[in-house]
């Protein structure tokens, strides 16, 4: 079934553009509030139709010629067809209406973190089959071939041709996935993940191509991967030091970091302000990943203990702690809804937690954290629905929303990061 005019209203989460047709709501990707499209339907779900554009025929303010020729096929990108400063609003009023309709919650006006909006990946994952290299196709397995990414910083872009190349010598037939990883000042680590033995001669193979220093590899076994390394396999991070200076973090390329490393010194200042002094008090820090937020807040003067699942992770913030003797910090490597549970049955106190989860939200442990009762919160948050659900809790449990930052660390993309700090009733 085809619409013949839909005159957008506005854009939803996950970059969809809303209109309404015979009283049925209708999302199309690649469309902004004021075009009028001609759109297909490609599925009904019942409370609405998923559609795609058939032609634009009026744009709406913003709008733009996309840049890369590969957009609307690689389903890496949701926003190219909007100009900057169309996104970052956009993004606003995304965050205030799921927060609102989601979680019923009133939070301040945001405050706006930008930086660039172009080359900022600084950590590539490819998928790979034969000699085709490049990224999913939106909503499918399929991969679509590129020569380039504008969003991949420079040196990583530029080894997409390199490997492409490289790939006609292994002769491997299979699929897997490669990871470029920007390590800074340390060259570009190759992570990659695959079935059978060869994907370790694969990684090595990598190693020497223009600016590719080492190589990790995990062969899928029955529990998770099997990884050998060859190489330099350590990356470099900045994040700030308790002056909000720049400050160097170092860990394995597998461990997780924020692909915008250049916007990441920003995203950790942003945390650090909306903490407060925290010298000489008492954090409990969630979801800590390898230290880079631990770092700055230690290096403050705070008390941390920093809980992490991921062993690799936390040991390379222990690490980096273990660096300055005089930092005031315990490393635990294991679930944080465990941890919160245990400070509630031993009857710790906890000045302020800082927790920056997975795309789920932390619904499993805030009830506990109600129960913890610290005097300040600050979240981190990559998904505004389950941050709409994880204030909803908190707000009905008397905490207040102080400020709300929005940090965009994935221009071009629905995606945004999104800082809060709350007060707690008694403080």
Known sequence: MDVDSLAIEKLVHRGFGL??????????????????????????????????????????????TPPCPWYGRCGGCHLQHADYDTQVRLKID?????????????????????GEPWAWRSRAQFHVSGTTLGFYARGSRRIVEVEECPLVVPGLSALI??????????????????ELVDGGSKGVVAVARGDGRKIRNLADGLVGLSGIEGS?????????????????????????????????????????????????????????DFAGPVEGRRVLELYAGAGNLT?????????VMAVETDTRSIAAAAQAVRKNR???VRTVAGRSED?????VESGQ??????????????????????????????????????????????????????RLALVDMFPQTYHMETVVSLRSPRS
């Open 349 to 402: 106190q906890y000045d302020l937690v800082v927790a920056d989860p997975p795309r789920a939200g932390m619904k499993r442990l805030l009830k506990d954290l109600v129960r913890l009762g610290p005097r300040r919160l600050v979240l981190c948050s990559c998904e505004p629905s389950s941050l709409a659900r994880d204030l909803a809790q908190l707000t009905l449990a008397g905490y207040r929303i102080d």
């Open 339 to 343: 941890a919160v549970a245990r400070a």
């Open 94 to 114: 995304v965050l205030q209406e799921t927060l609102k309709r989601t979680g019923g919650v009133q939070a301040p006006d945001p405050e706006i973190v930008t």
């Open 161 to 178: 041709p390199v490997v492409r190349k490289a790939l006609g010598d292994f002769r491997f037939q299979g699929t897997w996935d490669l």
């Open 19 to 64: 209109g309404r047709h015979e009283s049925r709501v209708w999302l199309v990707p690649f469309t902004l509030p004021g075009d009028v499209v001609t759109a297909g339907m490609v599925r009904d779900r019942g409370g609405h139709v998923e559609g795609e554009v058939r032609k634009v025929l009026e744009e709406g303010p913003g709008r733009t």
């Open 216 to 272: 990790l590899a995990g062969i899928r076994a029955k529990r998770g991967y099997r990884w050998t390394q060859r190489g330099l396999t350590a990356v470099s991070r900045t994040t700030v030091d308790g002056r909000g200076k720049p400050a160097s973090l170092e860990s394995n390329a597998r461990c997780f970091s924020q692909a915008n490393g250049s916007l990441n010194l920003i995203f950790a200042r942003t945390v650090m």
């Open 295 to 303: 770092y700055p807040l230690a290096l403050s003067g705070a008390d």
């Open 326 to 328: 005089n930092l005031k």
